[in-house]
């Protein structure tokens, strides 16, 4: 909670959104027409979020601007008000009572990929994900015109109801197989039949990478291999696990390569990751607690993951829920590791297998800016042999996944990738490695899209065939 009474408002105008000329000469357009209804049908929300928010998090942004460049939405719109430093203006504007929560004002904040580029670009350490992820939590609460974002079907039934439950995952994909069997998802995107499903369904279908039968669940223990070297335990994930378990198999066979005993707990559950950025702290919170509970940070010497995304909220756990039970989170939250952070830094135990490929590396945002892991992947990977890196432009421009921010923010997130894989054509690369499962779909469904089939790895994927001496499937 905060203890700081906020500053005078000197430098800030009475309205954050008249801000947007004066702090930049890029030109202004007005992206809240994007995907949103009219203005005038909502009514504006008299609440106040942010209140929960340390307002000296506000006060670290001296409003140089240095961080606009690096942001995805500045860089597609050109609005101020959709630059990190705009936002930050519009959150704190909100807080102090000078600006009202108007729907303007929440299209602004929505469409932010919370990718946390600004906070690796920013030179005064602005912690954005601690401003912008608890304002929105608070923005929800106080809903629009009494009803909230989070109580439509599509949250209730398939963001809340489904994705957090990878065996219910599983069971709602066997329809999908099969119509992947029968050719009926080519026929919904070369006919575009796909854009006659309610949108958001009709991207889910778009978005369904070659579903194979999934392999068997990971045993609850895999014995190190040689000298025993760490014992560490692996997170599964939700949506992962429904849909890449030959990743989470990989992962931990490579650990074992590594002389890691390997844990699965197996009452472990989706990270909260899905109901927190939507603005649904209270299960996100639950979901907390039961991994406290699963993984007994004691008894490991880390927890591995493999999705950036997750690996991102589990290092979160510890600031996130002040108060009862903070401890235990953050003791959990000490301990989680990226599966190449944690690799990089035992020291990678020399794969011998030669993978005669050229790829490039697209950098996941919940790595390379909320986790600070942008060395560690491309230092696995060189030491494949026979594998060419080549680098990307734009890496670290997010790719418009953003979690589930492609299905809730379609025109923005198609823009994004359209961006993403026009860089990785430039590459001339054979094959993209990437470590977040979000990237993963996002990315093949922009080539799916325009007709392309592209090859997209996992580092974990890389290092498992050369360990074991594979060809990189066709
Ligand atoms: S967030 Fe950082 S880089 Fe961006 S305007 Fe504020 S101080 Fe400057
Ligand atoms: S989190 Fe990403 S999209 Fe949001 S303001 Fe920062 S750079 Fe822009």
Not at 267 to 287: K, L, T
Not at 294 to 318: E, P, R, T
Not at 400 to 410: D, F
Request: hydrophobic share 40%; charged share 25%.
């Amino acid at each position: 909670m905060t203890t700081t009474t906020p500053r005078p408002a000197s430098p800030l105008p009475t309205s954050a959104l008249a801000s947007s000329t004066p702090l930049t000469s890029a030109p202004v357009t007005d992206t809240v027409s994007i995907n949103t209804p009219p203005t005038a049908e909502l009514p504006v929300i008299t609440a106040r979020p942010g209140g929960s928010i340390d307002y000296e998090l506000f006060l670290d942004c001296v409003h140089c601007g240095l961080c606009t460049a690096s942001c995805p939405t500045y860089v597609e719109t050109g609005n101020e008000n959709d630059s990190p430093r705009g936002r930050i203006y519009l959150m704190r504007a909100v807080r102090d009572g000078r600006q009202d929560l108007t729907h303007e004002v929440r299209r602004h904040l929505e469409l932010c990929l919370d990718c946390r580029a600004c906070e690796t670009a920013c030179p005064s350490g602005v912690q954005y994900g601690k401003l912008i992820e608890p304002f929105r939590v608070e923005m929800e609460q106080a809903g629009q015109g009494g009803v909230a974002k989070t109580d439509d079907w599509f949250h209730k039934y398939i963001l809340f109801g489904l994705f957090p439950y990878p065996d219910k995952m599983r069971r709602a994909l066997v329809p999908a197989r099969l119509a992947q069997r029968l050719g009926l998802e080519w026929l919904l995107v070369k006919t575009g039949l796909w854009r006659l499903l309610p949108s958001r369904l009709g991207r889910m279908a778009t978005l369904l990478p070659k579903l194979a039968r999934p392999g068997p669940p990971l045993p609850a223990f895999l014995a190190a291999k040689g000298k025993r070297r760490a014992r560490v335990a692996l997170f599964t994930g939700c949506v992962g696990d429904a849909m890449f378990r030959e990743t989470n198999w990989a992962t931990a066979r490579v650990l074992q390569e590594n002389g890691c005993d390997v844990v699965v707990p197996e009452n472990q559950v989706c990270c909260g990751a899905i109901h927190f950025h939507a603005g649904s702290s209270e299960p996100a919170r639950a979901m907390a607690d039961t991994n406290v509970e699963a993984f007994d940070a004691s008894s490991v010497d880390a927890v591995i993951v493999n999705v950036a995304g997750c690996g991102s909220m589990l290092k979160d756990y510890g600031h996130h829920w002040p108060g009862n039970g903070a401890a235990e989170r953050s003791a959990l939250a000490d301990k989680i590791r990226d599966c190449s952070e944690f690799l990089d830094d035992l020291g990678l135990i020399q794969p011998r297998g030669e993978i005669r490929l050229t790829a490039t590396y697209h950098d996941a945002c919940h790595l390379v800016h909320a986790q600070r892991v942008r060395d560690q992947p491309r230092n696995v990977l060189s030491k494949v042999p026979g594998l060419k890196l080549v680098e990307l432009a734009e890496s670290e421009l997010c790719c418009g996944a953003a979690g589930t921010y492609n299905l809730t923010e379609p025109e923005m997130a198609e823009r994004l990738a359209r961006r993403k894989l026009d860089n990785i054509r430039r590459t001339g690369a054979q094959a993209v490695i990437t470590g977040n499962a979000g990237c993963y779909l996002q990315i093949a469904r922009a080539a799916r899209m325009e007709g392309e089939v592209l090859k997209i790895l996992h580092p974990m994927e890389v290092l498992d065939l050369s360990y074991r001496r594979l060809p990189i499937p066709s």
